[in-house]
T-cell receptor, first 110, second 117 residues
Framework: QKEVEQNSGPLSVPEGAIASLNCTYSDRGSQSFFWYRQYSGKSPELIMFIYSNGDKEDGRFTAQLNKASQYVSLLIRDSQPSDSATYLCAVNTNAGKSTFGDGTTLTVKP | GAVVSQHPSWVICKSGTSVKIECRSLDFQATTMFWYRQFPKQSLMLMATSNEGSKATYEQGVEKDKFLINHASLTLSTLTVTSAHPEDSSFYIC?????????????FGPGTRLTVL
């Protein structure tokens, strides 16, 4: 079992819809959780991080964390074609090292 | 804030030569920097963890004598690909851990695209 697993995708949604990206992790000692966006040919950029159970909202993005289920998700509301990218989930342990998932490719169709 | 630069952004070199890539955290001090490699349409692969003032920790399967890492200061880490070969052609990305968030988030540089002829 991989330490961090993401839906392999690709995920396709129409413009204006909600895109839901999911991530599960195996280490119960994980402390903080990150979502990165990577456009094709570019390096990842940090979108959000979350460390407490529940929801965290930032504009059109909402991160959800459930430590009991070892599950973290990213919701993108009112999806735009510019949101088309690969989304990487990363999980940090106390030691501070990040483990990345393989990413989910999202396509938002106009 | 939390800006990381990389230089060069792309490089083409002949087989057998060495290439040095610099990674700088511009507005914060990074005690830890990471070096990743990414082949087309594949996920990020962590190569090594670089801590200021100490030897880098390499991931399994990464040749430390081929990929030399130096973390001379809290804002600069370098990766030198020695005796590069065509199979080393890839997208090399560094990240710096730190910033004001305090949750060990990583901030990525823009990457260096290496092509070895």
């Amino acid at each position: 079992q991989k330490e961090v697993e993401q839906n392999s995708g690709p995920l396709s949604v129409p413009e204006g819809a909600i895109a839901s990206l999911n991530c599960t992790y195996s280490d119960r000692g994980s402390q903080s959780f990150f979502w990165y966006r990577q456009y094709s040919g570019k390096s990842p950029e940090l979108i959000m991080f979350i460390y407490s159970n529940g929801d965290k909202e930032d504009g059109r993005f909402t991160a959800q964390l459930n430590k009991a289920s070892q599950y973290v998700s990213l919701l993108i509301r009112d999806s735009q074609p510019s949101d088309s990218a690969t989304y990487l989930c990363a999980v940090n342990t106390n030691a501070g090292k990040s483990t990345f998932g393989d990413g989910t490719t999202l396509t938002v169709k106009p | 804030g939390a800006v990381v630069s990389q230089h060069p952004s792309w490089v083409i070199c002949k087989s057998g030569t060495s290439v040095k890539i610099e990674c700088r955290s511009l507005d914060f001090q990074a005690t830890t920097m990471f070096w990743y490699r990414q082949f087309p349409k594949q996920s990020l692969m962590l190569m090594a963890t670089s801590n200021e003032g100490s030897k880098a920790t390499y991931e399994q399967g990464v040749e430390k004598d081929k990929f030399l890492i130096n973390h001379a200061s809290l804002t600069l880490s370098t990766l030198t690909v020695t005796s590069a070969h065509p199979e080393d052609s890839s997208f090399y990305i560094c990240s710096a851990q730190g910033g004001q968030g305090g949750y060990n988030e990583q901030f990525f540089g823009p990457g260096t695209r290496l092509t070895v002829l």
